[in-house]
């Protein structure tokens, strides 16, 4: 699909005839007259959050305390942002780096800005921030015990300090996608070392002091938080906004009507959108309440998945997990939970990365157990020695959503009706993320993906044996030297085309089922200039320079 500005919703037969890349390309081209405006300094943004389980990044794995950290912290690098910058495209700049290079397959060096100030907060109380600061937070988040993402930098060597605004990375081995990983609002935050000497870590609130554009003012537990402009901010005239409210609100019902009510200058739900059900049923309303509200639709990096745990019996079993994948009517979930709007994604890399992620329609062998084939399932479990089917439990959390719900109850119906008993275990968050999240599950987990910006992250995560976010257990040496050999090469090109042969290969193998993504509906209200929504946690580094035209 090619740029657009903003127009009413595609309907279903249309988006129905496009493949899953073509879905992942829909973005917003502003006009001209919005461009060339002059920004407004001042005003208060208020956005829909999660009430985080604690304020330490490097100790869990909870977008609800990323999101936060992507309006306080900054990164070594970072994604461009803006109307320019489609869904789903990542494009590094710099931030804390002014520039950076290689010297050799695994040697990176970063020059930072000089003058880069520190949240004027005890205890760091606006000191400037050098390169001791960013070879600290680079070896806390490697070392520190009970990180669950510090495979994520596994590959680093040593990081050193040459001079105060010089940070020199070495590598284990080459790895391309570092520079991307660093820019990761769920990796890369620069931390203070005199935060968690203070606290011993950076679980409270309190803590939460960065050098990006805005400051943690205020907690207020199951209510909000309050952010104000970081007076010292090393970009010069941003941010344009004062302050941010961040409300908390885990109902759906209530925070669409708060929605409704002008409350939030964001859509309600994760990466600031409307449910295509919502936005249905409701579209009279929004036009008459919220008038000029900007729109963009763009496919999801959250799939909806049914996780199995491949090291044990019955999912050990290949035709097993085949059965399972060919029970699934994943046409009749995206009807039910999305109002017939969908992508199929090959497996392992989602459609919304669609730089790097195979079209579905290329899957070749593989595609075959994509399909609806309840008969085929019931075939294959007999094969494998399951005539009368088998019962498992099905580990589940909601996120707060009513079409997730949904979702994983059509999905136990299908289980059933091919002879899977599948019983569901609801688990509340804090449980779900320090358990079943780390593979931590008896037979089947329903629920969604970590939305990574590139495709290793969702590779290495899900299928490198060493991975602790392995959730599906999986110790395939074929998979894994795909894996490992895509991260080495430096031709884009070619490095696709391993992609490409991996989606293949776990296309075949069925590690886990992926079910769809759904195409989002961004919104953000008229007044609200130069922003633009994306895939991914970057909720401050997409509206950093944003500004209120009211």
Known sequence: MNERQTSPLIDRRDWL??????????ALTPPRAALAQTPKRGGTLTV?????????????????????YSF??????????????????????GDLAESWSQSDDTTYIFKLRKGVRWHPKPPVNGRELTAEDVVYSLDRFRTVKGNPQNYLLAMVDRVEAPDR???????????????DVVANPMTGAIVARECVEKFGDLKKWEATVGSGPWMLDSYRPNVGMTLVRHPQYFVPGLPY?????????????????????????LGPEFMATIPRTDWNALKDQIQKRRPGLRTVEFSSAVRGNVYVRTDKPPFSDVRVRRAVSLAVNRQAVIDAVADGVGVLNSPGVPAALRDWSLPFDQLGEGARYYKYDPAEARRLLAEAGYPKGFQTVVDFHSFGTVQAVDAVQLVIKDLKDVGIDARLNQKEYGAFIATTALGKYEGIVYGPNTPF??????????????????????????????????????????????????????????????????VVIGVWDQALKNYAPNIGYDYGGRLMAAWLDR
């Open 241 to 265: 906004v004062d302050g941010v409210e961040l409300v908390i609100d885990e109902d759906q019902a209530s925070r669409m009507a708060a929605f409704l009510g002008r409350k939030y200058d």
């Open 48 to 68: 829909r959050v999660w009430d985080p389980p604690h304020f330490d990044p490097y100790l869990i794995v909870a977008y609800k305390t990323q999101i936060v």
């Open 17 to 26: 005839k496009l493949s899953g890349a073509a879905l992942a390309g829909a």
């Open 453 to 518: 910006l590139e495709p290793d992250s969702f590779l290495a995560t899900a299928y490198l044996p060493d991975s602790p976010r392995n959730m599906l257990h999986v110790n395939d040496p074929v998979l894994t030297d795909l894996v490992l050999r895509q991260r080495r090469v430096q031709d884009p090109a070619r490095r696709r085309e391993l992609i490409h042969e991996t989606q293949r290969h776990l296309s075949k193998q069925v590690y886990g089922v992926d079910v769809f993504s759904a």
């Open 165 to 179: 605004y010089t940070v020199k990375v070495i590598l284990k081995e080459p790895y391309v996608w570092f520079p």
């Open 72 to 93: 306080t912290h900054s990164r070594l690098l970072k994604h461009k942002a803006g109307p320019s910058v489609p869904p789903g495209s990542f494009v590094l700049e």
